[in-house]
T-cell receptor, first 114, second 116 residues
């Protein structure tokens, strides 16, 4: 089983709809992140959470909200989806140990907003 | 200003040859880390290699090495003996220990295509 699981893998929705992307992890990491990937722009940080009570905005949080339901679960919501939110979304986790804080990624959710 | 710049949108390399993917970064933080990730066509993000700003030696992981030139603020990825399976997008990323809340910032990526 994957250590970081994202659902759904693919989603097509219409403008104005509310969408939730879910992420769960079995790595026991405190830190969780949501990124979006657009061609030529790399990955950009939407929100991050260092523990259940600590949620922070990233570079591009407008139009998104998150919920950290438990240490292992971090969901991303688009309250009213718009076409320029069409992208590949990644959830990631990391350990708090200083030094090599590499990210462990889920498989991604391809979201298309029509 | 861009914190991570990858100037090569796409590159070709002949199978079995070495290839260098460029990455330059911008930070005033004295303590930072540099990462390279691979994204094959299947979409997952695969960690390749890490270099800390205080590391004295260049990082190596199998066929991957990181050519770290601190004064020039560059962290190029070198892949030796390219294989067809190396065809993928490659992303350089930086973590700043004091700035930016310890987040990873990614470059725009380089698409590497290995020719048989």
């Amino acid at each position: 089983d994957a250590d970081v699981t994202q659902t759904p893998r693919n989603r097509i929705t219409k403008t104005g709809k509310r969408i939730m992307l879910e992420c769960s992890q079995t790595k026991g990491h405190d830190r969780m992140y949501w990124y979006r990937q657009d061609p030529g722009l790399g990955l950009r940080l939407i929100y991050y959470s260092f523990d259940v009570k600590d949620i922070n905005k990233g570079e591009i949080s407008d139009g998104y909200s998150v919920s950290r339901q438990a240490q292992a679960k971090f969901s991303l919501s688009l309250e009213s989806a718009i076409p320029n939110q069409t992208a590949l979304y990644f959830c990631a986790t990391s350990d708090r140990q200083p030094g090599n804080e590499k990210l462990f990624f889920g498989s991604g959710t391809q979201l298309s907003v029509l | 200003a861009q914190k991570i710049t990858q100037t090569q949108p796409g590159m070709f390399v002949q199978e079995k040859e070495a290839v260098t993917l460029d990455c330059t970064y911008d930070t005033s933080d004295p303590s930072y880390g540099l990462f390279w990730y691979k994204q094959p066509s299947s979409g997952e993000m695969i960690f390749l290699i890490y270099q800390g700003s205080y590391d004295q030696q260049n990082a190596t992981e199998g066929r991957y090495s990181l050519n770290f030139q601190k004064a020039r603020k560059s962290a190029n990825l070198v892949i030796s003996a390219s294989q067809l399976g190396d065809s993928a997008m490659y992303f350089c990323a930086m973590r700043e220990d004091f700035n930016a809340g310890n987040m990873l910032t990614f470059g725009g990526g380089t698409r590497l295509m290995v020719k048989p």
